[in-house]
């Protein structure tokens, strides 16, 4: 009899699921479980995660828990570090192993390498990207050091994802370990801002993989993909851009699937340059990742990969920022709403954080951290490769990305309804 701990991370789905679809053939037994880190406070002071964050990953395992149990199993939770909590429930449950997704940030390695320190076996799959790096034509340390020819090279050498897998059949969980799985406790979730682009938490927008299939669905079947390009550096409202990037942060979406559904669609509504660019977006997801697995730690040097001087900061500046009092009005619209919110997209994303970087002149990793506590879609690898590209200290040889505000609201927000919009916290 075999009994193993299926532990998720940022992978809070059954479909596609590669690390549970094998902790399934091997257990007779398997129980899953999710253990939420002990709040912490970032090195600028503030909550490591926002309430709505953390409200919107609690309705992700709301989902979770019950997709699990509608095949007679269950999530267990509980809180601290893998380390902290895994060893002691593998022995009283009497599991020979831990399965779980591999995330190749420094802090989830650090997690994995602390729970084998402690002398448990640990089974991790790289289940993140849509292409897996072992089809890719260079080793890891060899990824191009521009995102262009990295697609470019994938694109000549025709690489597609593996097709998704299916939901698994879930072994019945160990007989010591029915007693110790309890309901998800309840949370108040912070009500929705009329005015956002992602209404967390109406009931199509909270994070479980139900709401996230449903969404994918509904955005092929509206033929969205065919104006995606023409609107995705929109500004306000739902369909100007696809919004897969919350539920695929906490992995209530798999990548692939998204793929394979967008093919489908092409297949029968045609391809366009638009829809292509979904493909392309997504690359740049994939290459982040990469990206992390590359570079490790040295990703979050002060002075970037070229390990610069650590940058200027200014505290009472930087305050101002994130609270949406610069001064600027497109900026403060744009602070307003991703505090408001969660959300913000691609386009004001980069607007704000050029300014933070290059006319503020205040310490890009402090404006990570404000982006990590607020967004939604919050992902390490995507967060550090943005913020790394615009302040010119990533791989790519071009320096960084400074975006002119008023140029930008001159041509994103010409009649001025998104600094109206926002004009009001
Ligand atoms: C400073 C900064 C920080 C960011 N932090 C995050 C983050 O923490 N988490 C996150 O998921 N994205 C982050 N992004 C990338 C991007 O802004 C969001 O993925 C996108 O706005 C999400 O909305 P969407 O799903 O509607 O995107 P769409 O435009 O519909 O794009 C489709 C998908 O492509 C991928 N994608 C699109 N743009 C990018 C990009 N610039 N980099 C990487 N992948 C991309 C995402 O997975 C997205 O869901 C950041 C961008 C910037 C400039």
């Known amino acids: 009899m ?8 940022d992978d809070l789905r059954l479909h596609d699921n590669p690390a549970l679809t094998a902790a399934c053939q091997q257990a007779d037994h398997l129980l899953p479980v999710y253990v939420s880190p002990l709040p912490q406070t970032s090195r600028w002071g503030f909550a490591r995660m926002s309430t709505r964050r953390s409200a919107f990953r609690h309705s992700a395992l709301q989902g979770l828990a019950s997709a699990l149990q509608q095949q007679h199993s269950g999530l267990l939770l509980a809180s601290g570090s893998l380390a902290s909590v895994l060893p002691a429930l593998a022995s009283q ?5 831990i399965y779980c997704e591999d995330i190749a940030t420094p802090e989830e390695q650090d997690e994995l390498t602390a729970l ?23 080793a890891d340390a060899q990824l191009p050091d521009q995102f262009t020819r990295f697609r ?29 799985i309890r309901p998800l406790a309840a949370m108040d979730y912070p009500p929705a801002d009329p005015r956002s682009s992602f209404p967390f938490p109406q009931a199509a927008f909270v994070g479980s993989e139900a709401a996230a299939l449903a969404h994918l669905a509904q955005y092929l079947q509206r033929g969205l993909p ?3 390009k023409a609107t995705r550096n929109g500004l306000h409202g739902i369909d100007y851009s696809s919004k897969f990037s919350t539920w695929l942060a906490c992995g209530s979406l798999s990548a692939r699937l998204v793929l394979q559904q967008l093919h489908a669609f092409e297949a029968e509504h045609g391809h366009s340059d638009s829809s292509y660019w979904l493909w ?10 990469l990206l992390q697995r590359q570079h490790g730690r040295r990703l979050y040097h002060p002075g970037g990969l070229p390990q610069r001087a650590s940058p200027p900061h200014n505290p009472a500046v930087f305050q101002r920022w994130m609270a949406g009092q610069t001064g600027h009005a497109l900026i403060d619209a744009g602070m307003r709403e991703l505090a408001s919110t969660g959300y913000l997209g691609n386009r004001m994303r980069q607007i704000v954080a050029s300014y933070l970087i290059h006319e503020l002149q205040c310490d890009w990793r402090a404006g990570a951290a404000w982006f990590e506590a607020c967004l939604l879609d919050y992902d390490c690898s995507q967060n550090q490769g943005n913020w790394l590209y615009l302040a010119g200290l990533g791989t790519d040889p071009r320096g960084g990305r400074r975006f002119n505000p008023d140029k930008q609201a001159a041509e994103y927000d010409a009649d001025g309804d998104y600094r109206q919009l926002w004009s009001q916290p």
Do not use: M, N
Request: glycine share 2%.
């Open 2 to 9: 075999t009994t193993l701990i299926y532990c998720f991370r």
């Open 93 to 97: 449950i009497g599991a020979s192993a």
């Open 116 to 138: 084998r320190a402690s002398g448990l076996a640990v089974e991790s799959f790289w289940q993140s990207t849509l292409l897996a790096p072992d089809s890719l034509p260079w």
């Open 152 to 180: 470019q090279q994938v694109e000549a050498a025709a690489i597609q994802p593996a097709a998704p897998l299916p939901p698994p059949s879930l072994p019945p969980l160990p007989p010591a370990a029915r007693q110790l």
């Open 226 to 228: 065919h104006s995606y």
């Open 280 to 289: 392309f977006e997504l690359l740049w997801r994939d290459y982040f990742k």
